[in-house]
């Protein structure tokens, strides 16, 4: 069935750097999508959203970019830090009342200092 | 921000006992709530979803009368594991949406371990 994917399971940086972490959806009729950090033995973590109107929402030190033409979604990290360690999950809501989030796979996100 | 939890935090139990997870909307109502279940390196799939007062949709795949699902008032909602097995062992997530906004908020998950 349709989901939302992750690109790469796994992305290591060194402290400082910029993160990038990559997300592909399927379903075009989505209108919302939603970053995740899920730090080991706890619950997600809100980090930024974006509508479907959209194409790119800041936030502290971090960015989301949606490209709509090619269901493309990404989480821009600034100056990524050791605290920042962690698993990412972009999810999506395909506009339908009530309906919940659908999770993709998540990026395992380690920085190193 | 809003805030969900979730009670226990942890819990082992024997295989072929029930036990029930319980998830509240702290300073929020939650008219809508959903239980999620993530296994070990594995992102979270949807298990439920519940109405105040209304009987659980469940995922396909999903066993109603061995998940069964209470949302009774607009703030808590309850996951009963029936008959446990050991591979009902999980982490279980709560989320809670108030109306008809987007945002779902999260509770810190329940860790069930089935021996």
């Known amino acids: 069935g349709e989901s939302v994917g992750l690109h790469l399971p796994t992305l290591s940086v060194q402290e400082g750097d910029n993160s990038i972490i990559n997300c592909a959806y399927s379903?075009?009729?989505?209108?919302?999508f939603i970053w995740y950090k899920q730090e080991s033995g706890k619950g997600p973590q809100f980090i930024i959203d974006i509508r479907s109107n959209m194409d790119k929402r800041q936030g502290q030190r971090v960015t989301v970019l949606l490209n709509k033409t090619v269901k493309h979604l990404s989480l821009q990290i600034a100056a990524t830090q050791p605290g920042d360690s962690a698993v990412y999950f972009c999810?999506?809501?395909?506009?339908?009342?009530?309906?919940?989030?659908?999770f993709g796979k998540g990026t395992t996100l380690s920085v190193s200092s | 921000g809003a805030v969900v939890s979730q009670h226990p935090s942890w819990v082992i139990c024997k295989s072929g006992t029930s036990v029930k997870i319980e998830c509240r909307s702290l300073d929020f109502q939650a008219t809508t709530m959903f239980w999620y279940r993530q296994f070990p390196k594995q992102s979270l799939m949807l298990m439920a979803t519940s109405n105040e007062g209304s009987k659980a949709t469940y995922e396909q795949g999903v066993e109603k009368d061995k998940f069964l699902i209470n949302h009774a008032s607009l703030t808590l909602s309850t996951l009963t594991v029936t008959s446990a097995h050991p591979e009902d062992s999980s982490f279980y997530i709560c989320s809670g949406r108030a109306g008809a906004i987007d945002e779902q908020y999260f509770g810190p998950g329940t860790r069930l371990t089935v021996t």
């Open positions: 379903n075009s009729a989505s209108d919302y």
């Open positions: 999810a999506e809501n395909r506009n339908q009342a009530g309906t919940a989030l659908i």
